[in-house]
Nanobody, 124 residues
Framework: QVQLVESGGGLVQAGGSLRLSCAASGRSFSDYAMGWFRQAPGKEREFVAAINRNGGSTLYADSVKGRFTISRDNAKNTVYLQTISLKPEDTAVYYC?????????????????WGQGTQVTVSS
């Protein structure tokens, strides 16, 4: 089992940037593929990015490709989401998720563990 805690959200102006972090505790972090999802008000949760266990492979939603970068530091048990050129439509609660022995999963049902989320608000 793994516990996930997100941080780094906040209020930022359009065009700005944030770096989200997700700290994991519990079983060996490097056993887990990691992902980021987001949920905007009134909308379903959607896939943002995923990274495989050693960080060598990543996957992005088309809406964030070129603006967001997912990375991980297995020595620190942490996955990151660096965001740049933020837009008001990026406003959402951002969740990290973990899948044991996965590759780069992009569907919610593929993940076993979820954090509580961190709010990102982008003002126009």
């Amino acid at each position: 089992q793994v516990q996930l805690v997100e941080s780094g959200g906040g209020l930022v102006q359009a065009g700005g940037s944030l770096r989200l972090s997700c700290a994991a505790s519990g079983r060996s972090f490097s056993d887990y593929a990691m992902g980021w999802f987001r949920q905007a008000p009134g909308k379903e949760r959607e896939f943002v990015a995923a990274i495989n266990r050693n960080g060598g492979s990543t996957l992005y939603a088309d809406s964030v490709k070129g603006r967001f970068t997912i990375s991980r530091d297995n020595a620190k048990n942490t996955v990151y989401l660096q965001t740049i050129s933020l837009k008001p439509e990026d406003t959402a609660v951002y969740y990290c998720a973990a899948r044991l022995l996965g590759y780069t999963p992009r569907f919610e049902y593929e993940y076993q563990y979820w954090g509580q989320g961190t709010q990102v608000t982008v003002s126009s």
